[in-house]
């Protein structure tokens, strides 16, 4: 299952981000200023060929990551660390250039789908972003929805007309459509029924086969490691260990951050060993909005 990463043209890996930190300043009260710091020192790399699997409880920072290396922050963000793609260097202009182009973004959240436009021409700026003439775009458009299960009667429909589990096809449709060099999914699965689960993950597994590189944020640590070749466990705002999926197996003796080990264990399969730490607290599942400036450069 888990194939072996090709080596990116250059010899350097697709993405490379080292000791990220995202801040938010917050103004209470009678205008009280207040610097809140959820990522402190991220990193991960992501080589073309191979599924990662960013894991971690929910507020962590997975999705903080993976709308960094896109320039796709809140306003009232502020970020430090480097983000390197293909060995160089990007500024916030370089980030913002890669998304809906080299690097297909899948959300976590619905909000990501702009509420003013029909799903036709959402998509068929996803198309248009990645270099297809108008008349291309529509063909692409509708070939993207089909592939999706979805047909031509959702071209005409806003976001606000769609069943959830639509909107999540769009949102695939939109970031899967062209060939690109990696795809950043977060938390592709919500909510899934197990076949859609698997059909999703076998999808990805599909693209990194193509030589993709794929970034999969995620709280499932099962999925992930059936479809993963490198797990990075994340735990409040901090990249904690980087481990093959082969290590998470019997009792996690090759997993070498206690709380990587913790995770592993309190997996339904290994026995609820739920430790009395924060585990038991942390990792639940929570739906949750990301709010999202819509912008004409942006894809879905
Ligand atoms: N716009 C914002 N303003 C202030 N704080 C924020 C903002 N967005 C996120 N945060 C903080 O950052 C933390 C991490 O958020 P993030 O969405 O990256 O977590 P996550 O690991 O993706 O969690 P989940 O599994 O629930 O999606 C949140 O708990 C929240 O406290
Ligand atoms: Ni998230």
Known sequence: MNATPAP???????????????SFTQYERGLRRRELTPVTDMSVS???????????????????LGQAVLGMLPPNATSSGVIRWQGRELDL?????????????????????????TVGAQVRRSARLQGASRREAKTRALDALTSQGLDASVLKLYPHELSGGMGRRVLTACALMGS????IADEPTPG????????VLDRLRGIAATGAGVLLITHEITGALTVADRVVVVDRGRSLEEAPVSAFTGHGVALTHPYSRQLWMALPGNGFQVPADHVAHTFHVMEHDHAHPHTEEQPC
């Open 8 to 22: 990116a043209p250059s010899g350097q890996p697709l993405l490379e981000v080292q000791h990220l930190a995202v």
């Open 192 to 199: 899934l029924a197990s076949e859609s689960v698997t059909a």
């Open 46 to 64: 992501v080589n073309a060929g191979e599924v990662v699997a960013l894991v971690g409880a929910s507020g962590a920072g997975k999705s903080l």
């Open 93 to 117: 202009a370089g980030r913002r250039a890669l998304a809906g182009r080299e690097v297909a973004f899948l959300p976590q959240s619905l909000s990501h789908l702009d509420p003013t436009a």
């Open 180 to 183: 690109p060099s990696l795809v």
